[in-house]
């Protein structure tokens, strides 16, 4: 099964991301896709099964439990693929981080336009009636 196959799944792309967060039994994992998902744990050991087959899920026994935790290397290849078109939205990325840091630097420095709006307005200057 292709890379882009498994992870097409949202079910084994939620168990990716569990998995991201540490190694957790075959029973955490099927208790929280089952509340997120509504799948039988025969459904959810499937979906474990898949990612174990394809090297995203590595898995080792702990007396009774069945422990998963994530094989980074097929992420690396798929990294490694999508290093060909970062070209496409990196600029995007680094023009929108310079926006988040000019706003950042406006709001501390009060240099927004019209003053900061956090700061007290001084209502007591003269304007001229026509």
């Known amino acids: 099964m292709h890379a882009f196959d498994v992870l097409g799944d949202p079910v084994r792309r939620r168990i990716l991301e569990l998995l991201a967060d540490g190694e957790m039994s075959s ?3 099927s208790e929280v896709i089952r509340e997120e998902f509504g799948i039988s744990q025969p459904g959810v050991s499937q979906h474990l099964k898949v990612l174990r087959e394809n090297g995203f899920a590595t898995v080792r026994p702990d007396g009774t439990r069945r422990l998963y935790a994530v094989n980074a290397d097929p992420l690396r290849d798929i990294d490694a693929w999508l290093a060909r ?12 981080a310079t926006e988040l840091a000019r706003g950042k630097r406006e709001r501390r420095l009060g240099e927004s336009p019209g003053g900061d709006p956090r700061e007290p307005r001084d209502l007591s200057e003269k304007r001229s009636t026509p």
């Open 85 to 96: 078109f970062r070209r496409f939205w990196t600029p995007h990325l680094d023009a929108l």
């Open 27 to 29: 029973g955490a994992v």
